[in-house]
């Protein structure tokens, strides 16, 4: 081959090798930011649902301390476990190993199936 015919394969293999990069950094990137938003969502979730337990949890110590929660049939004569069940489903959906052993030692812990605790 000669001079020129070389600087042709460098040119285009060059030009090949740059598009070939410019491709997989943007899948890393999109991979990347995939991530990052799945990250948030889920901290998100977490939150709310901490939210939401906090709310229960004080629901509760006020029956208690009212004298509510000895009479009542069920918990949920004086907690509202619609917030609190909409948050344990939205964790559950943003699901990772991680939030489903949370979920599992909620259910352990509660005594129950995780729905209207």
Avoid: K
Wanted: proline share 1%; aromatic share 8%; charged share 15%.
């Amino acid at each position: 081959m000669s001079g020129q015919a070389w600087a042709n394969v460098i040119a285009v293999s060059g030009s090949v090798l740059a598009l070939l990069g410019v491709v997989v950094g943007g899948l890393l990137a999109a991979r990347a930011q995939s991530r990052h938003w799945r990250f948030s969502e889920q901290a998100d979730a977490c939150a709310a649902f901490l939210a939401a337990y906090a709310g229960v949890y004080l629901a509760h110590v006020e029956a208690v301390r009212s004298g509510t929660a000895a009479t009542a049939q069920h918990t949920s004569d004086f907690v509202d476990w619609a917030q609190f069940n909409e948050a344990l489903e939205a964790l559950n959906i943003r699901r990772t190993p991680r939030s489903l052993r949370l979920r599992t030692i909620w259910t352990r812990h509660s005594g129950g199936s995780g729905e209207n605790c």
